[in-house]
């Protein structure tokens, strides 16, 4: 699937402020929160509606709601944890899986350290949520995991994507629809996106 980006005046604003060097922890928190929300309602465009009967302070009527017990968000620890603010003010009551990851500094491979999913979780419709998709290995190691488990419904949401990993995760998983609100141009030496925002878990938890 061709990896959707996610378009808006509003989010082009909160980007450019989102990769300042100068933008605080407490702003770019806030700003990680508000930029998941755009890509949230995006990737949300196909949910299943149900009719309900609900009545107004006038009258009956017919309505529509989705199930939010559905969907299961699955953040890929540390700096996917950053995003979940952003998605339970518009999904309260979705189910929250974790995903533990990091980086081999020396081979740029993800290494596996925590895996807790909610119970059912190969019917539901999991999200995964990671602000930066760079070399494409956590988010892929992450589907992998997922699809072990019986998933058949995965979306992947990320805020700044590079080109390499964009095509290594298109690869190794066509069948899982990308969202991102950038894509920048390429990988530097140390595996970095550029121009990317720096580290995005040191920003958000204040360990730069």
């Known amino acids: 699937m061709k990896p959707i980006k996610v378009t808006h005046p509003l989010l082009e604003h909160k980007l450019a402020i989102l990769r300042d060097k100068k933008t605080g922890t407490k702003e770019f928190r806030e700003l990680i929160s508000e930029i998941t929300l755009f890509l949230c309602y995006e990737a949300m465009k196909d949910a299943k509606l149900t009719e309900v009967e609900i009545e107004t302070p006038i009258t009956k009527t017919k309505a529509y709601k989705i199930d939010e017990k559905d969907f299961c968000f699955v953040p890929i620890i540390r700096a996917g944890t950053g995003m979940i603010d952003g998605i339970v003010k518009m999904i309260p009551n979705a189910k929250i899986g974790h ?12 290494v596996r350290y925590y895996y807790k999913m909610p119970k059912g979780i190969e019917n539901k419709q999991v999200i995964i949520i990671d602000p930066m998709l760079a070399t494409g290995g956590s988010g892929i190691d992450a589907i992998t995991l997922l699809k072990e488990d019986g998933v058949k419904n995965i979306k992947f949401l990320s805020i700044i994507a590079a080109p390499e990993g964009l095509n290594k995760m298109q690869e190794v998983h066509p069948d899982v629809q990308i969202y991102c609100a950038a894509i920048d141009d390429h990988l530097n030496n140390v595996g970095y996106i550029v121009p990317g925002l720096g580290d995005a878990g040191d920003r958000i938890f204040g360990t730069v």
Request: charge should be neutral; avoid cysteine; glycine fraction near 8%.
């Open 99 to 110: 995903v533990g990851l990091y980086r081999n500094e020396e081979t740029l491979k993800p």
